[in-house]
């Protein structure tokens, strides 16, 4: 018997207004992938997040995850499932040390401290933050706080990470970290859903993706084959520049 993929989205569409931000959008997730999800500015890639994260609800269909509806929990039930959209689960205490932050939101998750300790320990190094560790968080930088950001979602593994352009904004140095955390992560089975416009890094690290535009999705399939075909070049090419 075929197993269920971990996140089926089903015909899920939105309305803002008179706006159809996102229209029957389906596709699934399967365990094990970084999926990504690209598109013109405005295609509807966040409202799609936000409708997987529990922040909005579809107007219509319905989201599963391993066969189960999921489509009407809240952010909070969704985190609590395994479904984390990074980094609205997080919150950064900047008069603490990097270090005590990642200890913090471990035990927050129910870890016990001897466990807490271990994982903080080795998400430090995973994310070359071992110069900053003992820092207030308050003090690093941009890009630092957000690899601390990821390494708080990771101190329990969600089942998905939902990214929204993680990449953005953040030093070449530090992306490189990312992106490798990213990657190695994926390498022992966990899955990413991926929304970026940096197309190396979405080339390098995604074995499928999705494109939309317009609300809609318009082409889908392995990264390459997606970014080569004539309907996304189109969408790119007759749109916004980003
Ligand atoms: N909260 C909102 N209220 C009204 N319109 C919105 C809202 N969020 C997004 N939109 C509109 O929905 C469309 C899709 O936006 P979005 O999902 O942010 O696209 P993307 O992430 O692909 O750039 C856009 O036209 C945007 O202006
Ligand atoms: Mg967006």
């Given at each position: 018997m075929k197993t269920a993929p971990l996140l089926r989205i089903d015909a899920i569409s939105k309305r803002f207004g008179g706006n159809q931000a996102v229209d029957h959008v389906s596709f699934d997730v399967q365990k094990g992938i970084i999926l990504g999800l690209i598109g013109p500015n405005g295609s509807g890639k966040t409202t799609v997040l936000n409708m997987l994260s529990g922040e909005l609800f579809p107007d219509e269909g319905v989201t599963y995850l391993e066969g189960r509806p999921i489509t009407r929990l809240s952010p909070s039930q969704l985190a609590h499932l395994g479904v984390i959209r990074m980094f609205q689960m997080t919150r950064v205490f900047?008069?603490?040390s990097a270090f005590d932050n990642l200890l913090i939101a471990g035990r927050a998750m129910g870890l016990t401290a001897a466990v807490a300790l271990a994982r903080a320990q080795s998400l430090i190094e995973e994310l070359t933050l071992e110069h900053v560790q003992y820092l207030d968080a308050g003090h690093l930088s941009g890009g630092q706080k957000k690899l601390l950001e990821f390494g708080m979602c990771f101190m329990c593994p969600p089942k998905i990470a939902l990214l929204d352009?993680?990449?953005?904004?953040?030093?070449p140095v530090m992306r490189k970290t990312m992106s490798r955390f990213i990657q190695s992560r994926n390498q022992s089975g966990q899955t990413f859903l991926l929304v970026s416009h940096d197309m190396p890094i979405v080339k390098s690290l995604c074995h499928e993706s999705i494109c939309m535009n317009t609300g809609k999705v318009i082409s889908q399939g392995p990264t390459r084959a997606v970014l080569e075909d004539p309907n996304v070049i189109e969408a790119y090419l007759g749109g916004d520049h980003e």
């Open positions: 900047s008069r603490l352009e993680p990449f953005a904004a953040v030093h």
